[in-house]
């Protein structure tokens, strides 16, 4: 019997156990078929469940040699066990383990594995279907293209096979594969949705492949939902629901997350509350499920809930929000995709309602939270960042001040810097909603140098990141004193405000202007600003307004201006020249335009610059007013006595009185 | 009499069904986050006549919930040594989330009817309030809007400072000008004590609005 060169194998030294594992290679190669088989169970049993193992395994090439014994062994009785073993083994480093899946289809396993779903011997073709449906469950999976009919007829092939993992191997190259909604039209119209549901009645395992592949079938197809609906007058439909009390919390799971797709894609099949409750009940519960289930149910209740104001309500009523919060706090290491599945719950449940934001915080989550943004995953980083953008929508928590502590600026203004992008944009809108602080002007966020942050992100080459961090900016400029609008302004300066303003993204343009709004509100010599360098900013706005822009950028353009028409007889004068510029004498005056916006704020914000440009204290009003009236806008005005929105209304009414005092005939 | 109270001949129109607003438009603008108000609360009782200077500030306005907010400054006030600031939450009769019955705070329907009618503007509504509740009327296109306003926290003091926020504020806001009237309810104060709020332009000429957005 051949035996091999190295030392000893009885030795419990790690150094033998490397030569072990090493030795291991060399029986793989050996010609011996029961050498080569004790070989393949040996690494096959050291690598089950333990990722260490696949780990190291990896390092020292056991896939590629596994690989060359499994496409050395031909399809002979005597190479069945062999194939059973190496494919065995090649699925379980597949298995739930990135850098397996990768170096199996590096090793070019994949067309050796198909060979054996056509094998005599059931227990080979087992095997080949069980570790090519471990690859099928990574994103890395070869592409399936279910457009070619051979690849379809394949396809249904395996689903039509009696034996489960063959039918569940073609069961889950749907639910991985399945992309496009072409594919899924595709596949529905060759009848794929028939031949899925008789899986529901089949073993534990088809039974999840099918619900699996449900969902990526129907995911946001709208006919896909009703021709499974209309599946033996809604039988299937029933069944899915009836799953969801299955005694396996995996297929509890799987019909949930089936059904949140069905509900997202076509709700008026929900229309029973009790279902709605009922999915929802499920889910918390399967929150506390230690395995990957807990996990997936995480993000599933996120889905579920996300922009649904009734099902925030309902998860709310079943205690969702103390739930979680105490799933959090339990101390135990969670996986990320959990925590970052349990911070989206909770960032959805606080999205629309103030009960929820309130409860949330009445729990001393803040340190959860903080904590959550120094994870080392990027993802929940992000996912704790819209938690916080979320439970700070609550203007009486904000007014409170119950964010404006270094202990939560200090690490979300860290993430400005942070290597990831999403995470980035997820906490400038945390930071767009936390820096509205009403409790007090001291701000912890300026204090940590935020202005000059956002001034730079102001400065980005992407437009979605430009407009973010003017938004932050506005809403520190709202109701902002003197000291910390000169803050401001002293890095940004005329140049920098007139640049953005004329920004070629209109959201940008907007932004900037609604920011400038807010500068020139509060103390009247806050409105010098525009004035800065010869009034560039003014004339910026200006222009701006004269280009035809869209409404709501002209909506903050007219605020600037009303704003700025509210201050000194300068400054009304200096409004009027923006209205009716010399230069420009005989253009189409665009105070008209607005007026005749089918934009009722625009209308309204016209109509205040008016107001406020004839307002009778000021000495020049009647002057004014008679300019305005030659160019046409007080008749306009008249004409607009019944506007169909009540704020223009009165504020028309009001100008129209002014009017008549300055003997106009109404 | 029960009377529709849109004013005009153009079809009522809800509140945020404007073709083309992004969000649905406030009734007035002057009610509107940013706006300040400044004006007197008399809270004279029959041993002395009193008033404390207030000044009102809205910080957010949730339409589609019927839901403001904001604080109140009382200066004056002769137990504390400074201005006493509150937050308060608000509620907007709009028909669809509020109504003019209360419904809580110990008002009962008397009581609302009775502070109620302390509104000039509310009389041509009485009829059909006491009637159905108010049901059919188009509130979003009358010229007045009606509230509710609670306290819910002192911002600067303790609650050990001798004063009560146990009531509410039963509050009729003019869109025309932006004053505010209200009547100050609890049941363990002196009654029907009135609050006079004027909008407020910081020395300005004119009216100055700013804004912000949460994400």
Known sequence: MPTTTTSSASSSSSASGNNRQSDVFSRLASSDPEVKLKALREVKNQIIGNRTKKLSFLKLGAIPAIASVLADADDSDECNNILVQSAAALGSFACGFEAGVQAVLDAGVFPHLLRLLTNTDEKVVDAGARSLRMIFQS???????????????????????????????????????????????????????????????????????????????LKNNPEAVSDFVGLESGKYFNSVTELTKDRYPRTRLLSCLCLVVIYNTSPSYFINMGTK???????????????????????????????????????????????IVEILKTGSELQSKRLQGLFL??????????????????????????????????????????????????????????????????????????????????????????????????????EYGGIKQLTELSKSMDPNTRCSALRALRNLMFLADIKRKELFYSDFKAQGLACLISDPEPPVQEQALALLRNLVDGCISSIEFVFDEDGLILDTVGRQLRKAPQAQMAIQGMYVLTNVASGTELHKEAVMEQLFPQAKAGSENFMLKFLQSDESQLRSAAVWTIVNLISPSSPGAFDRHVKLRNAGIIPQLKNMVNDACLDVKIRIRTVLGQSMSFGDNY | MPVRVVESNTPAQVSGTDPGNRSPLPPSSLLGAGQAFSGTQNVSNQQKEEAWRVNVQI?????????????????????????????????????????????????????????????????????????????????????????????????????????????????????????????????????????????????????????????
């Open chain 1, 139 to 217: 994103n890395q999976a070869p592409k399936y293209d279910f457009l070619q009919e051979k690849n379809m007829e394949f396809l249904f092939s395996l689903l039509n096979s009696e034996n489960e993992n063959v039918s569940g191997l073609g069961a889950s190259i749907i639910a991985h594969a399945c992309g496009t909604s072409v594919e899924q039209r595709v596949l529905c119209e060759a009848g794929v949705l028939e031949k899925l549901v008789i899986l529901l009645d089949g073993s534990l395992s088809q039974r999840e492949a099918c619900l699996e592949s449900l969902a990526t079938v």
């Open chain 2, 59 to 215: 910080q957010g306005i949730d339409l589609e919930h019927g839901y403001l907010c904001g604080t109140m400054e009382a200066l004056n006030v002769p137990m504390a040594d400074t201005p006493v600031i509150t937050f308060w939450e608000g509620e907007i009769v709009d028909g669809k989330n509020y109504t003019f019955y209360t419904g809580k705070w110990e008002a009962t329907r008397e009581d609302d009817m009775r502070h109620w009618s302390k509104f000039p503007s509310f009389s041509p509504l009485q009829g059909q309030v006491e009637t159905d509740g108010g049901r059919q009327l188009d509130l979003n296109n009358y010229p007045y809007i009606f509230m509710r306003w609670k306290e819910q926290y002192f911002v600067n003091v303790g609650t050990d400072c001798g004063l009560t926020i146990a009531g509410f504020y039963y509050v009729c806001f003019s869109c025309s000008d932006g004053s505010i009237s209200g009547f100050y309810y609890d049941p363990n104060s002196s009654p029907f004590q009135k609050l006079e709020l004027k909008t407020v332009n910081e020395g300005r000429s004119g009216f100055s609005f700013s804004s912000y957005e949460l994400q």
């Open chain 1, 277 to 323: 409750s009922s999915l929802i009940t499920t889910l918390l519960e399967l929150l506390n499920d230690p395995g990957q289930s807990g996990d997936d149910a995480a993000l599933g209740l996120s889905c579920l809930i996300a922009e649904k104001e009734d099902l925030q309500q309902l998860a709310y009523e079943a205690d969702a929000i103390k739930n």
């Open chain 1, 345 to 446: 719950s909770l960032a959805e449940l606080c999205s629309k309602l103030e009960d929820c934001r309130c409860s949330f915080l009445s729990l001393q989550v803040l340190d959860l939270l903080t904590d959550a943004l120094r994870h080392k995953d990027a993802d929940v980083r992000a996912a704790a960042c819209i938690c916080f953008r979320n439970a700070a929508r609550s203007v009486k928590s904000l007014s409170a001040g119950r964010f404006n502590s270094d202990h939560v600026m200090l690490p979300l203004v860290q993430l400005l810097h942070d290597p990831s992008s999403s995470v980035q944009v997820a906490v400038l809108g945390a930071l767009n909603n936390i820096v509205m602080d009403f409790s007090s002007p001291k701000s912890s966020f300026i």
